[in-house]
């Protein structure tokens, strides 16, 4: 585990706002058993395991990684719709780590989440209205104008018709709905918003006027936005910093530009080159890392570097000792790699 | 207007017929709350060796059209009318007979989720020797050393104890590698890939697109790769035919789709695509509003409702009038739009270029 906190060396050049959230060694371990009544723990998948993340007010942090690297769950104890088994929280200085769910409620004004599927995330027996109001009910919070316009109000700011008020989802398609979800993240003001992929089930055009409302949103009411997502392109376009993950750590982290343009860790590298360009006489050109493999399973991670079961780089240290985060090239650049690239990709 | 107006299918002009040849094919299903046109006419050829890309937003008909193709629209409800001709053979008029002789021995299909499309009961060699063994008469020996050659071919790691496996003892990616070695158990002439990525993982999603090409080459098939992701688009196709409303709103080859786009349409597409490799500074240009219903399809032109550029049409009315898919330039390229083909090149070089 890296000592350096990312937020002391990255976060204040990047963004002038102050910290809002910040995790220390975060984990999440999810027991296996054995047995029906005399449950004996045999193994734990080691879906995060130490994660450091800090995020500013008014900043975006991408967190991009493959399917099983722990992105979302990350996404779910910062909320704290999941308990961590080790690591802090922080949230504005108070530890939210371990709060109870009553204690827990005062933050949750604070912390909202968009979900990834518009399909499942809403539900099918409520109207809009009582799905974007419910924030309104559980926090009792009595808005100036009465819920019904509040909610009015948000869903056409977030490009819904508010004439549509007690209509039910189905009626509405999968980017109206979406744009539902957000509407029911933004009612409380919060000062963070997590978003678990919330453009990957989308068509490429409803995409980017999603990805534009969340942009607008930001700046309107000055969000914070956990962004969670698996595609680079979209990471690269909303996020001012970004955080690799790979099999429940943080492989890589730096301010946009520089992880897209200097990216060290051979992981990064193999990402990025893998991204299909829009481009087809850039993708004739284009040399390629061909990865082999699939991730490792989190139940039984390989010893030291994870990722050195697919790099074409690892070496016996790899094996023995695990890398930590440490700062390398620019200000708030920091790679978890024994032998990091030199040179530039992409 | 250009010089050649040819609203004719596509011919192709070199001696004989093209491999596959879909002619103003139409795929309308009736329902409960009217007809639904999911295909209006399609029409595209392609050659052995090539792929082909069909791009288009959900709802654009181009998984249809593909299952018109295969022929799993015939004992369904849907009305499918033109022609589909595949090496001399016509696909839309076959019995149901003929056309499962057909299907797996020279047609094959992707499927873009592989653990609902493998049956989870059976053992993954047993659903990939099953096609085999419909096509063949050879014993099942030969048939498990064939899929075990494939498996092995597609990159699965000791095939011969996977081939016992079942589908959810393998990883997304090893599933969907599997799902591509039981298209290829009879050497199919024509392989039909829908979304095979979408599922996957970048690296993954690398990985299977590099052993398509390498398998391509090797069996000299033709691909249709039905996406929504241009990146893949403009990795692995030749041609590209932009699908909007169930027709084709924009074809031609893959350098004309990029880099010369004239609909309107395309342009949107292009736009809202953030790029990886570059900084993602300013807002995306979206295609405001969204796709139209397939049963009440707008009267004129599909896009009409969501075009940014209709002050531009001259003598044509966008709402009413169906533009015809019109050639330009003397390549493959086409284009349904009522703007003029020089204004269109002057909108796109001006204003839309420099955004992208």
Known sequence: MST?????????????????????????????TQGIIFQKQTGAVKAVDGVDLSLHAGETLGVVGESGCGKTTTGRLVTRLDEPTAGSISFLGSDISHLSRAKMRPFRREIQMIFQDPFSSLN???????????PYDIQKVKTETGTKKAVQTLMERVGLNPEHYNRYPHEFSGGQRQRIGVARAL?????????????????????????????????????????????????????????????????????RDELYNHARHPYTHALLSAVPEADPDAED?????????????PLNPPSGCRFRTRCWKAQEICAAEEPPLMQIGAPGHQSACHFPEERDVV | ???????????????????????????????????????????????????????????????????????????????????????????????????????????????????????PFFRVGDQLTEAFL??????????????????????????????FDYPHQFSGGMRQRAMIAMALMCDPSLLIADEPTTALDVTVQAQILDLMKDLQKEFNSAIILI???????????????????????????VRDIFYRPEMPYTWGLLGSIPRVNRSGDGRLKSIRGTPPSLINLPKGCPFQPRCDYQEHVEGANCSTELPELLQIGQEQHRVRCHIKSEERRQLFTEQIKPSL
């Open chain 1, 187 to 255: 009612a409380l003001r919060p000062k963070l918003i997590v978003c678990d992929e919330p453009v990957s089930a989308l068509d490429v055009s409803i995409q980017a006027q999603i990805v534009n409302l969340l942009e607008d949103l930001q700046e309107e009411f000055g969000l914070a936005y956990l962004f969670i997502a698996h595609d680079l392109s979209v990471i690269r376009h909303i996020s001012d910093r970004v955080a690799v993950m790979y099999l429940g750590k943080v492989v890589e982290t730096a301010d």
């Open chain 1, 285 to 297: 050109a284009r040399e390629r890392i061909r990865l082999t493999g699939d991730v490792p399973s």
């Open chain 1, 4 to 32: 350096t906190t990312s937020a002391e060396q990255t976060g204040k050049e990047v963004a002038g706002g102050e910290l809002l959230l910040e995790t220390r060694g975060l984990q999440r371990y999810f027991p296996v």
């Open chain 2, 134 to 163: 419909v096509h063949n008469d050879a014993p099942k020996a030969v048939a498990k050393k064939r899929a075990i050659e494939l498996l092995d071919r597609v990159g699965i790691p000791s095939p011969d104890k996977r081939f």
């Open chain 2, 227 to 253: 996406t929504h992701d241009l990146g893949v688009v403009a990795k692995m196709t030749e041609n590209v035919v932009v699908m909007y409303g169930g027709r084709v709103v924009e074809s031609g080859n």
């Open chain 2, 1 to 119: 207007m250009t010089e050649s107006v040819t609203s004719a299918p596509p011919a192709d002009t070199r001696a004989g017929k093209p491999f596959l040849e879909v002619k103003d094919l139409q795929v309308h299903f009736p329902t409960d709350d009217g007809m639904v046109r999911a295909v209006n006419g399609l029409n595209f050829t392609l050659e052995r060796g090539k792929t082909l890309g069909i791009v288009g937003e959900s709802g654009s008909g181009k998984s249809v059209s593909s299952l018109a193709i295969m022929g799993l629209h015939k004992g369904s409800k849907a009305k499918v009318t033109g022609e589909i001709w595949l090496d001399g053979a016509e696909l839309v008029g076959m019995s149901v007979p003929e056309m499962r002789a057909l299907r797996g021995q020279q047609v094959a299909m992707i499927f873009q989720d592989p653990l609902s499309a493998m049956h």
């Open chain 1, 124 to 134: 099918p027996r409520q109207t809009v209205g009582t799905i974007i109001g419910a």
